[in-house]
């Protein structure tokens, strides 16, 4: 049993903790971690996108498909790492560190 002024430090410890690094305390409470969308990968994707129907109008097809494609793989490489976390029940085993 902790003493009141230990209680109350390691209240303070945990609401620091929370402030600091919230990504980690939902992943030690077994909460599902979201992941932000990388804009600069969202905007190189819109870019190749415009860049490859520009190339389609111009009636270079081979260069906008190959754009079209590579706009496609970053798009999908976003869906993959923004994807809903997988739920774990409170008493499982916390997370490696992802290194």
């Known amino acids: 049993m902790l003493s009141k002024e230990h209680s109350r430090r390691l209240a303070q410890l945990e609401r ?12 030690m409470a077994g909460e599902p971690v979201r992941e ?3 804009l600069s990968v969202a905007l190189a994707a819109t870019v190749i996108w415009a860049t490859a129907l520009l190339l389609a109008l ?3 097809w081979i260069a906008a498909t190959i754009a079209a494609l590579w706009a496609t793989v970053l798009v999908g490489a976003l ?5 809903p976390a997988r739920y774990r029940p409170a008493d499982s085993e916390p997370l490696p560190p992802a290194w």
């Open 36 to 38: 932000r969308v990388p």
């Open 79 to 83: 869906a993959y790492r923004c994807r």
């Open 16 to 27: 620091q903790l929370r402030h600091d690094d919230p990504d980690f305390c939902a992943r």
């Open 58 to 60: 111009a009636g270079w």
